[in-house]
């Protein structure tokens, strides 16, 4: 079932009021070799027939609380310019001072799509 509403991506993702379990909807996808974080994730993706994605990596902690239903209403909202999301990890947490060091290029945290985000300039895996 695809969801077309933030919230109800939101919920069928976990973020739910306890009701029920919060990974209900999860389906374990086991490969018979190693292919790596890329190919997995792409394989994972001819499984999904949701609009939105959320991936996170066994070894990534998340160190901010974020708001999905924003995130998602800007992705919904702007899918021309807002593609991609990756949440806050102690990799990425200084990550704009670390593009003006290596790159001379300054990034600016905008609020325009309706949550903090900042351009991303490389994907992190």
């Given at each position: 079932?695809?969801?077309?509403?933030?919230?109800?991506?939101?919920?069928?993702?976990?973020?739910?009021?306890?009701?029920?379990?919060?990974?209900?909807?999860?389906?374990?996808?086991?490969?018979?070799?190693?292919?790596?974080?890329?190919?997995?994730?792409?394989?994972?993706?001819?499984?999904?027939?949701?609009?939105?994605?959320?991936?996170?990596?066994?070894?990534?902690?998340?160190?901010?609380?974020?708001?999905?239903?924003?995130?998602?209403?800007?992705?919904?909202?702007?899918?021309?310019?807002?593609?991609?999301?990756?949440?806050?990890?102690?990799?990425?947490a200084?990550?704009?001072?670390?593009?003006?060091?290596?790159?001379?290029?300054?990034?600016a945290?905008?609020?325009?799509?309706?949550?903090?985000?900042?351009?991303?300039?490389?994907?992190?895996?």
């Open positions: 079932e695809a969801f077309g509403e933030p919230e109800a991506a939101a919920a069928a993702a976990g973020a739910t009021d306890g009701a029920a379990e919060p990974f209900g909807n999860l389906h374990i996808l086991e490969l018979t070799e190693h292919v790596g974080f890329g190919f997995a994730v792409k394989r994972a993706l001819e499984e999904v027939c949701t609009k939105f994605v959320l991936v996170v990596q066994h070894d990534q902690e998340v160190i901010r609380s974020f708001d999905l239903s924003g995130v998602l209403r800007a992705m919904s909202s702007h899918p021309q310019v807002v593609k991609y999301v990756g949440l806050t990890s102690v990799t990425t200084h990550y704009d001072q670390m593009v003006l060091s290596k790159f001379r290029l300054r990034l945290r905008t609020e325009q799509f309706g949550v903090p985000l900042m351009p991303l300039i490389f994907f992190y895996d």
